[in-house]
Structures are given as C-alpha cells and as structure tokens.
Nanobody
Framework: QEELMESGGGSVQTGGSLRLSCVPSTRSPFANQCIGWFRQAPGKEPEGIAAIYTGSNSTYYDDSVKDRFAISQDGAKRSVYLQMDRLNPEDTGMYYC????????????????WGQGTQVTVSS
C-alpha cells in the first residue's frame, strides 16, 4: 500500500469549517479499501473519527463527530475528503489519514506508522 498525503488543515474559530484531503503519494486512484481519518489531540493517541470503504462507499463515524463531519471520495477515487463543520476546540489536533479496518464498527488503523499529517487548530 502506498504512502498517503494529507492537506487542508488550518486555524479557525469555533463554528468554522475546513475540508481535509487525502491522496496517495503516487496520485493513483484508490483501490477497493478502507481509508480512515485519525485525530491526535495533545497528549493522546490518534483516534479514528471517520472512515470510508472506497469500493462500496460505506462510511463510519465516531460519535464525537457524527452529524458534524462527512467523509467522501471524488468520482475518480483519486482523493478522500473530510468535510468538517461546526468545529469546536475539542477538534484541535493533528489529523492523519491511514489505511484502516472497522472491527465491531470501531475505526482502527492498519499501521501505527503515521505520515506528516495536517494540523487543525480551533480557537474560541
């Protein structure tokens, strides 16, 4: 599986929005696989918050982001997005995308080797 690259982070105020992007470093279309977004808050391990199976478009969300975030892919399967609305300071952290699995509907990374990530900072 190829390296993934994240982008789209930034600094916003409470209630703002951001859209993150995840693409393979080779820029090739995704195969039929699970791609997840993981958020690492200060002092904590990365936590799975959203995932999509690129073959079926099935999606999974952690309760902390359900109804505020939406994961999707483009029509050519070249990018996976995370649309984040109604952001609050609890969403602050480093965001990574990673190949994943969903045992018991919990989003788990296939690897604990993370890329550079993209920083999201939400201020009041």
């Amino acid at each position: 599986q190829e390296e993934l690259m994240e982008s789209g982070g930034g600094s916003v105020q409470t209630g703002g929005s951001l859209r993150l992007s995840c693409v393979p470093s080779t820029r090739s279309p995704f195969a039929n696989q699970c791609i997840g977004w993981f958020r690492q808050a200060p002092g904590k391990e990365p936590e799975g918050i959203a995932a999509i199976y690129t073959g079926s478009n099935s999606t999974y969300y952690d309760d902390s982001v359900k109804d505020r975030f939406a994961i999707s892919q483009d029509g050519a399967k070249r990018s996976v997005y995370l649309q984040m609305d109604r952001l609050n300071p609890e969403d602050t952290g480093m965001y990574y995308c990673q190949y994943c699995r969903t045992p018991g509907n919990i989003i788990r990374p296939n690897s604990h080797t993370w890329g550079q990530g993209t920083q999201v900072t939400v201020s009041s």
